[in-house]
Nanobody, 122 residues
Framework: QVQLVESGGGLVQPGGSLRLSCAASGSIFSIYAMGWYRQAPGKQRELVAHITNGCTTNYADSVKGRFTISRDNAKNTVYLQMNSLKPEDTAVYYC????????????????WGQGTQVTVSS
């Protein structure tokens, strides 16, 4: 079975920093991208950032310049460095991994972690 283990969430004051990590384990292959999504109460889940195997990155406009996504291929792990955190960043953050064979309907697999809570408050 494939498992995504997330860590690094918690409570931080505005302007502070957190570093999230997500380690993928199990029978996983041909990863196309790893990334982070978040969902605040009453809102839809949205993309925060993702990084492809080619190391191209994409960020939500709201986090550009503050968040940095990176990965460690040897450890099959993706990181999200979050700086200058704002109360609006409060949400449950979910790790996502997609890849396998590409088909007309999309990638072969799309795995999700259980989520980690990030709360930004004074």
């Amino acid at each position: 079975q494939v498992q995504l283990v997330e860590s690094g969430g918690g409570l931080v004051q505005p302007g502070g920093s957190l570093r999230l990590s997500c380690a993928a384990s199990g029978s996983i292959f041909s990863i196309y991208a790893m990334g982070w999504y978040r969902q605040a109460p009453g809102k839809q889940r949205e993309l925060v950032a993702h990084i492809t195997n080619g190391c191209t990155t994409n960020y939500a406009d709201s986090v550009k310049g503050r968040f940095t996504i990176s990965r460690d291929n040897a450890k099959n792990t993706v990181y999200l460095q979050m700086n200058s955190l704002k109360p609006e960043d409060t949400a449950v953050y979910y790790c996502n991994v997609q890849g396998g064979s590409y088909r007309p309907e999309g990638w072969e697999y799309d795995y999700w972690g259980q989520g980690t809570q990030v709360t930004v408050s004074s």
